[in-house]
């Protein structure tokens, strides 16, 4: 997907020497990581449509609506959802 938004992040690790700061550069999971529409959520819009489509199983667990879901299987549909949308 062109124009993702990346963000550089500051932590501070335990290193050989005591405390250092490592730089990771990661996709901006706090604002998204492309424009959507409207501000929604589109990681819920996936988790609804590969719903929709048949895939995982949903259910009670306890008092909770639940989804069982294949990992594997629920990102390839996301970031062939994403690729289509956005």
Same mark, same amino acid.
């Given at each position: 997907? !062109?124009n993702?938004? /990346? *963000?550089?992040?500051?932590?501070?690790?335990?290193? !050989?020497?005591?405390?250092? #700061?490592? @730089? #990771?550069?990661? %996709?901006?999971? &706090? $604002?998204? #990581? @492309?424009?959507?529409?409207?501000? /929604?959520?589109?990681?819920?819009? #996936? %988790?609804?449509?590969?719903?929709? $489509?048949?895939?995982?199983?949903?259910? *009670? @667990?306890?008092?909770?609506? &639940?989804?069982?879901?294949?990992?594997v299987?629920?990102?390839?549909?996301?970031?062939?959802?994403?690729?289509?949308?956005?």
């Open positions: 997907m !062109p993702k938004r /990346a *963000v550089r992040r500051h932590r501070l690790v335990k290193g !050989p020497n005591g405390p250092e #700061i490592r @730089v #990771i550069e990661c %996709l901006d999971d &706090s $604002h998204g #990581i @492309v424009d959507y529409p409207g501000g /929604a959520d589109y990681f819920a819009e #996936i %988790l609804s449509a590969y719903l929709e $489509h048949g895939r995982g199983c949903a259910g *009670v @667990v306890g008092q909770a609506r &639940s989804e069982l879901i294949d990992a299987d629920l990102l390839r549909f996301g970031v062939a959802w994403m690729e289509e949308k956005l």
